[in-house]
């Protein structure tokens, strides 16, 4: 069984006042394809600065998002491959 290997970085920014953080996740398949998508964690202006909890808030929404871009992808796919006997459904 071939084993493959995906790499995905993500790449998160705080604002100056860690009130936004914005994280990017860039998914290189083997093939040379690059998805990308971005997820934000706002800190509510009542709480105290918590930087990894909006890390990990940015972080999992951006990849949350590429899993649905790749799902997307994947049916899409599917549907080109199927033909036009299954287009009318």
Same mark, same amino acid.
């Given at each position: ?10 790449f998160? /920014?705080?604002?100056? /006042? ?6 990017t996740? #860039? ?10 998508? #971005?997820?934000?964690?706002?800190? /509510? ?7 990894? @909890?909006?890390?990990?808030?940015a ?7 590429l899993?649905?871009?790749? @799902? ?5 796919? #599917? ?11």
């Amino acid at each position: 069984m071939e084993s493959k290997r995906w790499t995905v970085e993500i790449f998160v /920014n705080e604002d100056d /006042n860690d009130d936004v953080t914005t994280a990017t996740a #860039v998914l290189y398949t083997p093939t040379g394809r690059r998805h990308e998508s #971005v997820g934000r964690a706002r800190r /509510n202006p009542a709480d105290r600065p918590v930087p990894d @909890i909006g890390d990990e808030l940015a972080a999992g929404r951006a990849l949350a998002d590429l899993g649905a871009k790749l @799902i997307g992808d994947g049916a899409e796919d #599917v549907a080109q491959l199927a033909g036009p006997a299954y287009e009318s459904y």
